[in-house]
């Protein structure tokens, strides 16, 4: 048997024991990390496994890809709308947070390890950021409801506060190391790591996606194949330019993420299950690198360090920016409480001993215990302080549950699956009576094992799959026609134009879309708008209704049969 032979065994064995303790965390109350981490300790050298490896050179290579995937996956994740919702405080937060969470956490570190003052700001800076994906698959597992904001602003700075971490580290290192001036020098690293790494991103992101959209490839499955290539190329080019690789491939996952291009979903989940991945073999790989019993050696003063961090530090970074930004207290304080450690620490604790920094094996081992103590306090009690502060809300309105999207190649056109809840506008009514916009049609209906042939007169059902072909400019507006009802009728409605069949009743388009016109509910939208208008309608007519305006799009001869619908404030 070869060497070879074994060594994929035993990942075998390790990922597949990762993936079904994963499955633990909701009950356990446990971030994933945590039980990944545990994996890799029990199979290490002082655990029933008793796999030597003390490789630091290996585990930062495998923690530097899995890291940079999971950087990019969360980047293809991250919604536009969100980064402009709270881009400002979650920018600070990212910057100016992790700043003065590294400082006090430094400053700390250094009394209680009886360190120079490099040393402890060198701990600081590896244990300032945060974890977004260990906070909320705990808040999603919990049946936990936060407001969107607070969501988003969680979200946004918990993904974007890597590279300053990662900056702050790799600056104290030269300044350690290579003697690197404190000042100008530290100050010249940043806009060079900054800099090129939000450049290079930004290219890299707008490069790939008109390549993916040009090219032609014969199987489907390279397509995710080549979104990673791209993301890594944005990693690769970056860092060889001594900039930022990190934050390069974060901007390029945003930027690709929030593009359209063919196979996407199947592009998203590719690279969901491709940073789980990661994920698994980063920490069961890390928790190989530890030696349990040197962690016994720090226990007390990394239980100090996390007590400062936890208490003192995040707190004092978070409490005068979200402020600022008009966060209540209950709302700081919940922030406050979700600074919880992950991936990025342990991997950055794993630096000091490439870069062969006198006292890294210490440093190490702290960071460990660091984070082993803030993501099991800190997560299983964030159910808990969620519904102390008052902060949880009721589960949301049934959503459009969009199960799959399949591009229809050079078509500019989607396939969405959606299946409606049992409060969904679309449940209980005729297909007809959906108000759909035009253009768009219901391509089949299943419900249980049986397949429904779509025709006006089929009566909807909750739990029923509707197979819908749509341009991408009218998904907001079927999204809202398959979600739940709201709860009052005020609805945030697309500022993008609306268009529907002129035999639109103005009944079905208040239930679908809670548009509300002065006119009786069994009209026709053609027949509305001829009533309202002084003179017989002509292409390019227009009519206030209220909040909205209605436009005459289409006729033929003297009918009316496309309306245009549009918010009084965006009228054209």
Known sequence: MFLIDQIILLAAILIIFGIVSSKLSARLGLPVLVLFLMVGMLAGEDGPG?????????AHALGSLALAIILFDGGLQTPMTSVKQVWKPASVLATFGVLVTAVITGV???????LSLFYGLLIGAIVGSTDAAAVFSLLRNAGIHINPRLKATLEIESATNDPMAIFLTVGLLEVLVKSLEPGTGLLMLFVQQMGIGSVVGLAAGWLSVRVINRIHLTTSGLYPVM?????????????????????????????????RFVFQRSTFLFHDGLAWLGQIIMFVILGLLINPSTLLDVWFEGLLIALVLTLLARPLSVLPVLKLFGFSIKEITLVSWVGLRGSVPIILAIYP??????????????????????ATVQGSTLPWMARALELTEPAPVTPAATLEITALGDVDADIVEYQLGESSRASGRRLSQMALPE?????????????????????????????????????????????????????????????????????????????????????????ALRQALAEAPAVGDSQHFGAVILYVREMVGQRITTVGIAPAAHAN
């Open 108 to 114: 700390a570190a250094a009394y209680i390890l009886d």
């Open 50 to 58: 008793g796999i030597v490896f003390d490789n630091a050179e290996i």
């Open 227 to 259: 979104v990673a290539a791209f993301g890594l190329l944005a990693f690769g080019v970056a860092a060889n330019l001594g900039g930022s690789g990190f934050l390069a491939i974060f901007i390029a996952g945003v930027v690709i993420g929030n593009s």
């Open 353 to 374: 001993l490439m870069y062969g920094l006198p006292g890294a094996e210490l440093i190490f081992s702290v960071v460990f215990f660091v984070v082993l103590i803030s």
């Open 439 to 527: 253009g768009t049609v219901v391509a089949m209906i299943t419900r249980g094992n049986e397949v429904i042939p779509p025709r006006g007169s089929t009566l909807l059902h909750a739990g029923d799959h509707l197979f819908i072909v749509m341009k991408p400019d009218v998904r907001d507006f079927v999204d809202l026609v398959c979600s739940g009802i709201a709860k009052s009728d005020h609805l945030e409605l697309p500022a993008a134009e609306l268009k529907l069949k002129g035999y639109t009743k103005v009944e079905d388009l208040s239930h679908s879309y809670g548009i509300k016109l002065a006119a009786d509910g069994y009209l026709s939208l053609d027949e």
